[in-house]
């Protein structure tokens, strides 16, 4: 199959950027991660760190495993800031796109024949080096990957086959003189240009099994999950974010949620609404640790009665941060 063939059965399947590399080993991005790993960078995730030699790896993800299809889905839509009492979601979280994405990597993978395997932020495979050979977009300093088209507004998802499909040309593309991720992010998580500090990255902390630390709760404002702010101030960013004006958010999409929710809803009830997001063991408790966190820099008064439940109640992590956001209600 011919890159223009595989183009053209993507735009079908309403793919917005596709691509295809030989599925062979990501080499440097192995020596990449067992660096960071021993520097520390990853804090304790496992993810694709845990095992890089199969996450760098493809050509083990499938027998006779020969090519690596790239695909982005491209979630950008204008949305409504957090209001009062109100906690603010990362873009991509809005809806399931990896759910979506997956869906059309099945079908397509069903299109294309032969023998397929489909990873969408999946442990097994590092989905942007896949991206960056497929010609799929380019590194950032921010570290996302970013393509020409819809700019780092996309999810990412890879389907290994063992089909042959021309190689696509990577993109010729970087980041030039700029540096306004850097200097945006409020906690230096970027100061190294292209690597993450996952110790300093708000986005990390949102989903860490552990006590946010205290310098970085302010810095989260209403956020309750993620953090986009290194996406939001990329010059790549700026032409679909114009083309994509006017349109609604999917329907069911949920930029902001409800704090009184996160801090009330049953355990049940709050694990499987949120079943989209990733946190620890699927413990809803991190949600709620987060709420609190937000609704500490909220002012708003309304929620004094719930956070203290929580800070009268056994459970330690959430007791101490809702003592934290306790005091700051009280101040103001
Ligand atoms: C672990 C993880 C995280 C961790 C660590 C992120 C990280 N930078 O590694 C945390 C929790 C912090 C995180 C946060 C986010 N994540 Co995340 N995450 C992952 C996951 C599961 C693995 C990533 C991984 O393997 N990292 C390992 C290192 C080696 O990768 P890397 O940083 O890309 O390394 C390359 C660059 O450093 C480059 N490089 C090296 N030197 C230099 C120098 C320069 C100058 C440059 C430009 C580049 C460069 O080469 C390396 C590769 O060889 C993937 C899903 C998957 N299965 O792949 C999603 C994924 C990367 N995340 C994603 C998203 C959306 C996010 C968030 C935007 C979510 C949010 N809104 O909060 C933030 C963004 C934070 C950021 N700036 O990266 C998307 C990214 C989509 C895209 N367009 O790039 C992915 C691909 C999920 C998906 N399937 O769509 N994430
Ligand atoms: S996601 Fe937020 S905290 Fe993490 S690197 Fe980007 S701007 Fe910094
Ligand atoms: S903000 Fe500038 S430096 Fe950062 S990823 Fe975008 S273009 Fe690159």
Known sequence: MTTAELTRLGEELGIDVVGAAAAR??????????????????????????KPEVSCHPETLLPDARTVVSAALCYYAPGPEAEAGEGRLPRYTWADHYAELREKLERLGARLGGRYRVLVDANQHVDREGAARAGVGFYGKNTMMITRTHGSWVVLGTLVTDVEIESSAPLELDCGSCTLCIEACPTGALDEPGVVDSTKCLSYWTQAPDAIPEPYRDELGAQVYGCDICQDVCPWNRGIEKRRADREPPAGAEPAVSLLDWLRLPDEELRDRYARLYFPRNDPRYLRRNALVAAGNSADSTLVEAVREYAEGDDELLREHAEWALSRLERR
């Open 25 to 50: 080993p990501y080499d440097e991005t192995e020596r990449a991660i067992r660096q960071r790993r021993a520097r520390g960078l990853f804090a304790d995730m496992r993810f694709t760190m845990a």
